[in-house]
């Protein structure tokens, strides 16, 4: 794995699968940006790949995700802030 810590810059990395207790088998997850208009509802939850890394230096986690897929959303249903703050509108 060629991974580092996006925190502290460790190559002490363990990738792994996020469980909670009702379903044993990977649970499906979301991610739903910050920056989207009031009621913007449909479409803007983006699938988590139940793929995790964590540090065993700092204890930092973190995941991937479709970049492509986030970037339509936040351009389909965020904010002109959002948009202006993550240059979408460049793109």
């Known amino acids: 794995m060629d991974e580092r810590c996006p ?3 460790s190559e ?3 990738e792994g699968k996020i469980f909670n207790q ?3 088998v990977a649970p499906r ?3 739903r940006p910050g920056g989207l ?3 913007a509802l449909l ?3 983006i ?3 139940n793929r995790f890394f964590s540090c065993i230096k700092c204890g930092f986690m973190w995941a991937k995700i479709n970049t492509a897929q986030l970037i339509r959303v936040l351009n389909e ?3 002109q802030q959002i948009k202006a703050k993550l240059q979408l509108d460049e793109e």
Do not use: H, L, M, W
């Open 29 to 31: 997850a979301y991610f």
């Open 7 to 9: 925190q502290c810059k």
């Open 43 to 45: 479409g803007v939850n």
């Open 22 to 24: 009702p379903d044993y």
């Open 77 to 79: 249903s965020g904010t």
């Open 47 to 49: 699938r988590i790949e």
């Open 12 to 14: 002490k990395i363990t």
């Open 37 to 39: 208009r009031t009621f």
